[in-house]
């Protein structure tokens, strides 16, 4: 059953004498409507006649369509606003090219704020052509730039035979006496523009103005911490005033609707149990949708098309292989994972969808070869005519078709939401296919700009009955009645609002003129008319504001002076359902972490190496995931190259600088200028083995910059082997194998330098800070070094780290003789950390017991969850998997605490 949100009974003489009733808005024109034909059928009829209602701007542009018949009027085509925005923007553009006055970071934001300017001009009916005004935008840069824009602007007007609908106004205001007079009755308005007067006064001959008679509204001020306690409170006040007398008709007026409307609508659905099976069920209208472009069928139907730019993004396609809307039966198959894998190894946020394209068809997984996506690619790339410029309503063919051929909507049947934004969309194509009217052949881009931007003024508004509970923007709730109205948002920041000032027209007129948003008191005024309307129009009136926001202090708005200050139940942090059925829970716990023991066959199968016995040792669980399960976080996306790729290259480098100089004595024989020479040699080389397609992806200059960081580092390197005693490098990136705990373990070591004694140490670069203490406990941090030790116990007896950093380059190792500045020698130092050695072999031993043990801990399935430091979670990317962070643990002891 409807609710009565509008007694008509004020204008039933109105109606009944013939005066057409005249609203300020669509949605009180349809309550006034609706509340006569429910009256009509109450009575008993059975047919009537239409009632006379709109919206007073529909209704003038009805007015000025009769007087064109008539040829009344100038035989011009009245465009859409969207239209004359278009005109607007190609105005600005144009002038902005030819001109070198200024640059608009924002043109499109200039032009719809010109477009606003003209349209009030028009409306407070001042001339810009009268001398003295003309001075007077003169003496402000931007207006004097505005009236530029206006001069082409009106004459591209011309010379097409067109006119804004504004336009159209004014030409009905000269027409007094000419046009079939009537009688109206304007409901519910406060102000009107002077050209709206004239206008009315020259198509009518006699105005009411109707307000309906005043209710004495109780009104009450709530105060709240924060806006989420705010909606929470409001949410509870609905869903109790409406069970409590279910035909009370319930408004709530959000101050922002389009940034507000997500929260609220989750806590009414809270309230009222319709998140599950009953979402359909909840008895609230909201009185605006989503723009076309946000709802997902919309949304997917324009990312398929953004596929025919040059470029793309991982994200993009993310969501395109996620969509229900597309015939892509593989999208959810391994190889679409696996492909997804492979663009977050690329690293690159943004990809050309050439290289997509051959990705897509590349891809391949046992027999599998190619997705589904690369074909439709291949055939968008196909269509030669998407190359050529065309017409909207060409380029409206050629979306459908590229559409089609994607299977857009699907195959499965739409929904009645869905289906009523198909709907929208093709009535949305249609609107833009009439921008040939302003537009001059364009190309496949700036075509869906424009698409994208038609669909962005579009709502999507789902149509369903009417409910108890309306959730309004302040503007649509004026005029509505309600027994119980809620204001929201009302802090003395946001009501009054600021002022906002057109910058194209003289702020001087705009004041004496009280153009909308000219000065605080024209804010004043349209605030306090407002907040009438709604005390008259309702019996209960509430209003709320937050006494924080942001971290700012906030007060209640000067607009509630009046109001008695009632202090409500604050809502409880969380909410008292999930609260009772959190203490009400039963929790068991199981502890589940032993794998199964790795048998002989599956041991061939296991890959890592020494990263196997660091990813046991950070954490036995990392070890399992990634090298039983194959497990893999996804990529980082990043701009240029990942922490990685550069530690690569740094690796590359130095491998081919101490190929090309094999000993001490090599180094020391060159100067300065000949040591530059030789890194700059090794850097190129390194940089030129990166594959093209990497190269290109991040451009010439950003390599320059590369080479430059690397020929620095490495000669602060170089700079720190030159104080080293005679060695000579006798391996580079050294391939090892041995066996633990019948595990086999493939090892690559760095470098091997063989000093003057001939003894050996082995070197492992790195370019972040490293320790000794890395490499002895239970569980050595960077077993790798220990690694290749116990497997050439004979030949090698020191090891350090090479720290390559900027300004920090060092080794830190040990030894039987320190070989290089920060290689110690003393392994009496060793007892601080707990390991009691006193030769040489006895640290092998050690290590080679520590190592196995560590082995067989991962053969035998040993898996928990069990970090070695904080720092081993930073860039593990397997907490998802692992839930480290849901704090189970914690949870069982206070279970137990509870129980005790």
């Known amino acids: 059953m409807a609710q009565c949100l509008y007694d008509i009974t004020p204008l ?9 009733l005249l609203t300020p808005n669509q949605r009180l024109a349809r309550r006034i409507k609706a509340e006569w034909d429910a009256r009509q059928a109450a009575a008993g009829a059975l047919v009537w006649e239409t009632l006379s209602v709109q919206p007073l701007e529909p209704w003038l542009q009805q007015q000025w369509e009769s007087a064109s018949r008539q040829n009344l009027v100038p035989p011009v085509a009245p465009l859409a606003p969207a239209q004359a925005l278009e005109i607007w923007r190609q105005v600005v553009e144009q002038y902005q090219s030819q001109s070198a006055e200024f640059h608009l970071l924002q043109p499109a934001a200039a032009a719809e704020l010109a477009s606003q300017a003209r349209d009030t001009l028009l409306r407070w009916q001042v001339d810009v052509d009268t001398s003295g005004i003309r001075a007077l935008f003169h003496l402000d840069g931007d207006c004097r730039t505005f009236l530029r824009w206006l001069g082409l602007f009106n004459a591209r007007l011309a010379r097409a035979g067109q006119c804004t609908q504004t336009d159209c106004l004014v030409h009905l205001a000269g027409l007094a006496g000419q046009l079939p007079t009537t009688r109206v009755a304007l409901v519910e308005f406060d102000l009107l523009a002077p050209l709206q007067h004239a206008a009315l006064a020259a198509v009518t001959t006699e105005v009411q103005h109707v307000t309906p008679s005043t209710l004495v509204a109780h009104r009450v001020v709530h105060a709240f911490s924060d806006t989420r306690s705010e909606f929470q409170a409001v949410a509870a006040w609905a869903a109790n005033a409406h069970r409590t007398s279910p035909d009370t008709t319930i408004g709530i007026v959000l101050g922002n609707i389009g940034s507000d409307r997500v929260p609220l609508d989750y806590l009414l659905r809270r309230e009222f149990d319709c998140l599950g099976d009953d979402y359909s069920s909840l008895p609230v209208n909201f009185s605006t ?3 076309l472009d946000k709802t997902p069928l919309v949304r997917d139907a324009l990312a ?19 969509s229900r809307f597309f015939d892509l039966p593989d999208a959810h198959s391994a190889l679409a994972q696996r492909f997804v894998r492979q663009l977050y190894t690329q690293g690159s946020m943004v990809l050309p969808v050439a290289e997509l394209l051959s990705d897509a068809n590349r891809v391949s997984l046992g027999g599998a070869r190619g997705l589904c996506l690369g074909q439709r690619l291949s055939a968008l790339q196909s269509m030669r005519h998407l190359r050529r410029k065309a017409l909207p309503s060409t380029w409206m063919v050629h979306f459908s078709d590229i559409l089609s051929n994607w299977g857009w909507p699907g195959k499965q049947a739409l929904d009645s939401l869905e289906y009523q934004q198909r709907d929208l969309w093709d009535r949305t194509l249609d609107v833009f296919a009439t921008f040939d009217m302003v537009c001059e052949p364009m190309q496949f881009g700036a075509a869906l700009a424009l698409l994208r931007d038609c669909c962005k003024r579009q709502v999507s508004q789902p149509q369903t009955v009417d409910s108890p509970i309306q959730v309004l923007g302040p503007l649509e709730a004026a005029g509505l009645s309600f027994d119980e109205l809620w204001l929201c948002g009302m802090q003395g920041s946001d009501w009054p609002a600021a002022p906002r000032p057109s910058p194209f027209i003289p702020l001087v007129w705009q004041t004496r003129l009280h153009m909308p948003h000219a000065s605080p008191e024209r804010e004043w005024a349209f605030a306090d008319a407002l907040l009438s309307q709604y005390a008259r129009n309702s019996r209960f009136l509430h209003a709320s504001y937050c006494r924080q926001r942001d971290g700012v202090p ?15 139940p604050q809502p409880p942090a969380v909410w008292a359902e999930w609260l009772g059925g959190y203490l009400e829970r039963e929790l068991e716990m199981i502890t589940d972490d032993t794998a199964p023991r790795v048998d002989t066959g599956e041991q061939s199968s296991i890959q890592g190496g020494s990263s196997l016995l660091e990813d046991q040792s950070q954490c036995p669980f990392r070890a399992f995931a990634k090298h039983r399960l194959q497990v893999e976080p996804l990529g980082t996306l990043h701009v240029g190259l990942s922490a990685g790729e550069r530690g690569s290259l740094l690796h590359d480098a130095l491998n081919l600088l101490w190929g090309d100089l094999c000993n001490h004595e090599a180094l020391l024989a060159l100067d300065d200028v000949g040591q530059a020479q030789t890194v700059i040699r090794a850097v190129q080389a390194a940089i030129a083995s990166v594959p093209f397609e990497q190269q290109r992806k991040v451009g010439a200059a950003y390599w320059c910059l590369e080479e430059r960081r690397l020929v620095a580092l490495l000669c602060e390197w170089l700079n720190l082997e030159r104080q080293r005693e005679a060695f000579t490098v006798v391996a580079r990136e050294l391939e090892v194998t041995l066996e633990l705990a019948r595990l086999p373990i493939s090892l690559r070591v760095d470098r091997v330098d063989q000093l003057a004694d001939g003894s050996r140490m082995i070197i492992d670069y790195k370019s972040r800070s490293s ?7 239970d569980r050595p941090a960077q077993p790798q070094l220990p690694l290749y030790r116990i497997a050439e116990p004979e030949s090698v007896t020191g090891m350090a780290f ?15 003789v320190a070989a290089a500045p920060g290689i110690s ?11 009691d050695v006193q030769e040489w072999s006895e640290l092998g031993e050690y290590w080679r017991n520590t190592l196995e043990r560590l082995a ?14 904080p720092s081993s979670c930073t860039w593990c990317g397997l907490q998802p998997l692992c839930r480290i962070g849901d704090r189970f643990d914690d949870l069982a002891e206070s279970e137990q605490d509870n129980a005790v």
């Open 554 to 568: 906030e007060l209640p708005s000067a607009l509630l002076q009046d109001f008695a200050v009632e202090t409500p």
């Open 825 to 835: 020698s003393d392994l009496s130092r060793l007892a601080k950390i707990g390991v």
């Open 802 to 816: 090479g720290v390559v950093r900027p300004r920090d380059c060092r080794f830190v190792g040990l030894g039987p």
């Open 12 to 20: 039933e003489p109105l109606i009944n004498g013939g005066f057409t």
């Open 304 to 322: 398929v098309l953004a596929m025919g730019l040059q470029q793309t993004t991982v994200a993009a396609v993310e969501a395109l292989l996620r």
């Open 856 to 869: 067989a801990t991962f053969v035998a399935g040993d898996a928990p969850v069990d970090p070695l430091t």
């Open 771 to 777: 320790s000794v203490q890395d490499w002895f406990g």
């Open 289 to 291: 949708g989503i723009t």
